[in-house]
């Protein structure tokens, strides 16, 4: 589903985004899990796609899937902030979200080539989130 859903997608350095990107994530995430793997292979889906929350449920996607990926999809005019503090409140979510925060942080260098402005940019955002994020796994109960 996944796959499909993303096809033809590329990165920001003409990558194929499954295999660079979606792929990596859920890699990071399998010693969480079942359930973290697959969140993180389907978590810019919502966001990137045609596909809904409600498609995911009736495709079989379990409930806390389906709800981690809801907490790191980004609504219409909320600020970066706002989504990572509803993915710091999901248990998988913050998970998921820190594991795609990490395989970002790790692709600046790439992108600093081609758009030095914007690498910079993104590695002050995404620094910024990943304490936030770090913080919630920390203290979580």
């Known amino acids: 589903m996944t796959?499909?859903?993303?096809?033809?997608?590329?990165?920001?350095?003409?990558?194929?985004?499954?295999?660079?990107?979606?792929?990596?994530?859920?890699?990071?995430?399998?010693?969480?899990?079942?359930?973290?793997?697959?969140?993180?292979?389907?978590?810019?889906?919502?966001?990137d796609t045609a596909l809904t929350l409600d498609d995911l449920v009736e495709a079989g996607v379990g409930a806390a899937v389906v709800r981690a990926v809801g907490s790191v999809t980004?609504?219409?005019?909320?600020?970066?902030?706002?989504?990572?503090?509803?993915?710091?409140a999901d248990p998988l979510g913050r998970l998921v979200k820190l594991a795609d925060n990490w395989h970002n942080l790790t692709g600046l260098d790439d992108l600093a080539v081609v758009d030095p402005a914007t690498a910079a940019r993104l590695r002050v955002r995404y620094l910024r989130a990943r304490e936030r994020l770090s913080?919630?796994?920390l203290t979580a109960p």
């Open 3 to 47: 796959r499909r859903a993303h096809d033809g997608q590329v990165d920001r350095q003409g990558r194929n985004y499954y295999h660079s990107h979606l792929l990596p994530i859920a890699r990071l995430l399998l010693p969480y899990g079942v359930d973290a793997a697959t969140a993180g292979l389907l978590h810019d889906v919502v966001e």
């Open 135 to 137: 913080a919630a796994v």
């Open 74 to 88: 980004r609504r219409a005019d909320e600020s970066y902030d706002e989504l990572v503090g509803r993915a710091c």
